[in-house]
Nanobody, 124 residues
Framework: QVQLVESGGGLVQAGGSLRLSCAAS???????LGWFRQAPGKEREFVAAITSSGSRTAYADFVEGRFTISRDNAKNTVYLQMNSLKTEDTAVYYC??????????????????WGQGTQVTVSS
């Protein structure tokens, strides 16, 4: 079992930045990690993923170079640096771990572990 705890969400103006963190309860050096988000009335969607070693990353098209996923296996933590935030980025952001088949699996049902989510609100 892996427990994931997100932090770093909050309220920011459009164009601003936030850094989300996700701390895992167990060593994560062998587990692929990712971020998803869910806006009110919408389905949960893939944001970014990173391999267990950190050597490869993948992003949703809407990221457009604004977000960066990274990890520190010594701290069992994955990060999502979000810059140039837009109002449409407003959502609850979830950390996820251990996807089926491949590290950048965009189907949320194929990820085995989830955090509780952290709210990100971008105002205009």
């Amino acid at each position: 079992q892996v427990q994931l705890v997100e932090s770093g969400g909050g309220l920011v103006q459009a164009g601003g930045s936030l850094r989300l963190s996700c701390a895992a309860s167990l060593r994560t050096f062998s587990i692929h990690l990712g971020w998803f988000r869910q806006a009110p009335g919408k389905e949960r969607e893939f944001v970014a993923a990173i391999t267990s070693s950190g050597s490869r990353t993948a992003y949703a098209d809407f990221v457009e170079g604004r977000f960066t996923i990274s990890r520190d296996n010594a701290k069992n933590t994955v990060y999502l640096q979000m810059n140039s935030l837009k109002t449409e980025d407003t959502a609850v952001y979830y950390c996820a771990a251990d996807p089926k088949e491949y590290y950048s699996n965009r189907n949320p049902t194929d990820w085995n572990y989830w955090g509780q989510g952290t709210q990100v609100t971008v105002s205009s």
